[in-house]
């Protein structure tokens, strides 16, 4: 690879394509490399690829999957200071979240899945005839095709593609325009691992081609499951566009996630929590906390400890907040004026962008009312709300108030009561006393409502990539 194109991964082998597209930094707004741009043909030999590759990939032995996921994950490992730096680059995160947050924790995702490989058994059933049996099988779908967003390319990345490969599928992934060499890094340490060529293809596209391409993977007869991480509005048209081809999809979607701090809270703790949860790669996760719901008996207090928590933060920062893009920041904007035109107020400013760069100052606004934008639409930014609320129903109904239900959070030392309210809460899931934003390889992962459907991680990430298939014969 060279540093100035990005080139695919198809067949094993770096692609190069008859175009290309501009990737922009968002630290000064300008070009720093360019990435092949994947053309139906180049979509096509991807899933012939995937195809020819599946029959021997569907029959390999659990050893020497476990023993492929686990060598890439050591070179992931080996190689965060350089893919940080991707990261870092393409998305503009700052170093703790690229090589203390989100490449350790893809690290272990890929481990955490190597290591649940062995454990995909089928069953032997009672069936009902006297003088006969059966056996349920679990076995793969055949080429899987995943598409996957920028806030988290390695995660997103590892998280599609080792849960499909682990459990005998062949797959494809597209990954965002905006991170594609995050992307090929991933295939890259699949390479190296000695992954079989056409187990596992990356392609990327300009934005504007992307909804032919994903029309054309989709439509192909060879590919059998598809599974989505992004927007809701995405989705839908993704979803969409399986259900026409009657083909299932797994599909992980946005959030509106509140965190509701309850009158017997410690407030350190859910000060450092929210702050965490809503600041956290500059709000860019679905998980991100956008609003937060305040009993009344502690609100004053609350909101001091919180608005030094965040100074603190500012202060140990050594250098402001980027965004993803400067349209990403002047929609965080927009929402902000939107917000205060419908009589909120802001508690903690969004200074003006000193310099070049997206940056966006982390902001807090208060008295938000169902009538703006932030209300119910994904902030998707170092921007939170919070909203006093007179007691526990109030908060929860509020929480639920939205068409997304992905994640919540409830800060309370009365932990029945955090069961109580955790049981109400349409949420895919509820964490007490820490933040909105967490994604642990041991949990089952996804949303409700319009967060979507489906799991990943764990045997729930595994049976998604499965199909059964019911076995009788006579005894």
């Known amino acids: 690879m060279t540093d100035s194109v990005i080139p695919l991964w198809i067949n094993g082998k770096e692609e190069v394509s008859i175009s290309t597209f501009d990737v922009v930094s968002p630290h000064n707004n300008e070009v720093c490399w360019r990435s092949a741009n994947a053309v139906r043909e180049d979509a096509l030999k991807a899933v012939e690829a995937a195809k020819a590759a599946f029959p021997s990939w569907s029959q390999t032995k659990p050893a020497f999957k476990q ?3 686990f060598k890439a994950a050591d070179l992931l490992e080996e190689r ?11 998305m503009g995160a700052d170093i703790g979240t690229s090589d203390y947050f989100v490449l350790p924790l893809a690290v272990s995702m890929m481990r955490d899945v190597a290591g649940r490989i062995s454990t995909i ?3 032997v059933n009672t069936t009902q005839d006297e003088g006969t049996s059966a056996m349920v099988w679990k076995e793969p779908y055949g080429v899987t095709l995943g598409i ?5 390319p390695y995660v997103f990345g590892v998280r599609s593609i080792a849960n499909a490969i682990a459990t005998g599928n062949t797959t494809i992934i597209k990954g965002s325009e905006l991170t594609p060499r995050c992307y090929w890094a991933v295939g890259k340490a699949l390479h190296d691992a000695g992954l079989p060529p056409g187990v596992v293809n990356v392609i990327s596209c300009a934005p504007s081609d992307a909804p032919a391409l994903v029309k054309v993977l989709v439509e192909n007869p060879a590919i059998k499951h598809i599974n989505f991480t992004g927007s809701a509005a995405t989705g839908r048209k993704i979803a969409e566009l399986c259900g026409r081809n009657l083909k299932p ?3 992980e979607l946005g959030g509106k996630n509140s965190a509701i701090v309850l009158e017997d809270a410690d407030l350190q703790k859910a000060a450092m929590s929210v ?5 956290l790669n500059s709000g860019q996760i679905c998980m991100s906390t956008d609003r937060i719901l305040i009993h009344e008996g502690i609100a004053e207090k609350f909101l001091a400890v919180f608005k030094n928590t965040i100074a603190e933060m500012a202060a140990s920062s050594p250098s402001p907040p980027l965004v993803v893009s400067a349209a990403s920041q002047n929609r965080l904007q927009s929402l902000i004026s939107d917000a205060i035109s419908r009589g909120a107020h802001v508690l903690t400013p969004s200074l003006p962008s000193p310099g070049s760069g997206a940056i966006f100052t982390p902001t807090v606004i208060g008295e938000i009312n169902p009538g703006m934008i932030f209300s119910q639409d994904e902030a998707f930014g170092p921007l939170v709300g919070y909203i006093i609320v007179r007691d526990e129903e109030e908060a929860i109904e509020l929480a639920n108030a939205t068409e997304y239900g992905l994640a919540a959070s409830v800060f309370t030392q009365d932990l029945r009561r955090a069961f109580k309210v955790a049981k109400r809460l349409e949420s895919g899931a509820v964490h007490i006393n820490s933040m909105t934003v967490r994604d642990d390889p041991g949990l089952p992962f996804g949303g409700v409502k319009n967060s979507g459907w489906g799991r990943f991680n764990t045997e729930y990430g595994f049976n998604e990539f499965l199909v059964t298939k019911s076995v009788t014969w006579d005894d």
């Open 148 to 152: 996957a967003p920028w806030n988290a």
């Open 275 to 279: 702050a965490a949860g809503a600041f």
């Open 249 to 251: 999809c797994l599909m």
């Open 80 to 90: 965060i200071p350089e893919y940080g730096s991707f990261m870092r680059t393409e």
């Open 67 to 69: 023993k492929i996921l």
């Open 121 to 123: 058994v089928g069953s």
